[in-house]
Each structure stands twice: as C-alpha cells, then as structure tokens.
C-alpha cells in the first residue's frame, strides 16, 4: 500500500513551490509537505466526491489540521477549485507570489534558513510539531521542557548566543540527513 506520511518524517524542510493545479493525489503529496508557496496561478482541488471516492492518501488526516473539520469538508464535498488568495486564507498556502518569481523567492527563503538557523534546531522542531499535533497539551509541555534542557547544553545554543553579541551570522554544526 502506498503511504506519503513519510514525507512528515524527512528530517529535512521540505517546502512546495506552487505554480498551477495541484488535485488528487497532488494534493495529498503538497499538502504533507511542511510548507507552501505559490503563485497567483496555484490552484487546489480535490475532486474524489465527484467520482464516487474517499479522500485520499491523508487528506482526510492532514486538511482539517491546516484548516478545520468544517472548511475541509467544504473543499472534500463540493471539489470546488480553490485559488492561491483563498488557500491562503485559509492556511493551505504560507506565501503567494507572481509567477516569474516564485522559484526565486522560495529558493531564497531556504536559503534564509540554510545562513540563519541551526540545522539540529529546525529537524527537531519539525519532529515536535508532528509529533505533538497527536498529544495532549500537558505531555507535549513535558517533552518540549525536556527537549529545552537538553538544547540549552548544546554547542548551537553557545553559537547562537556568542553570534548574537558578536553581531555576526551564526556558524551552526550541520547535520548529515
């Protein structure tokens, strides 16, 4: 059986860039990833009740978690087509730009990350923000309250720090992914 959850589990970003319909299958693919970007011309889609199908592949797991039971629904029953402006209100798109130059901005986005933040930070935030979506408030607190104590004895936090003073840009350890 086919499963694309194991795009939540990369330890890396992985961010979408947008540039037309994205439906079915598309969809549930972009929609797992941790971000997305589009253009004006982005579209969503799904069109499963109009050929006598479930939502597939997660959709029905990951869509009311970006944008509530009630709105996901809506999009699920009526396979309405879904601009970039209202994903984006609706929380299915982080950022909108013109079509010429959304390569160029999502690129220099990650690249914003890759000169700025700790690479170890990032993969375990990842980790928490997926993880914790299926736990209660009161575990995740304790897990995060341990997460920190251990973060607070590591070589990036002393670099972030030291960085900050010195006014500098940061020199985090990478990561092998």
Known sequence: QV???????????????????????????????????????????TAFSQRGLVAEHGQSWILPRLIGPARALDLLWSSRKVGAEEAKELGMVER???????????????QGLADSSAPVSMMLMKKQ????????????????????AASLEQSDFTEGVKSFLEKRPPKFTKVDF
């Open 3 to 45: 499963t694309f959850a194991y795009i939540m589990s990369i330890r890396k970003p992985i961010i979408v860039a947008l540039n037309g319909v994205c439906a079915g299958l598309g969809m549930s693919i972009v929609l797992l990833c941790d971000m997305r970007f589009a253009s004006e011309n982005g579209k969503f889609v």
């Open 96 to 110: 909108i730009f013109p079509a010429d130059e959304l390569l160029d901005q999502t690129k220099a986005y990650i």
């Open 129 to 148: 923000i997926y993880r914790h979506m299926n736990m209660s408030l009161g575990d995740s607190m304790r897990e995060t309250n341990q997460m920190m």
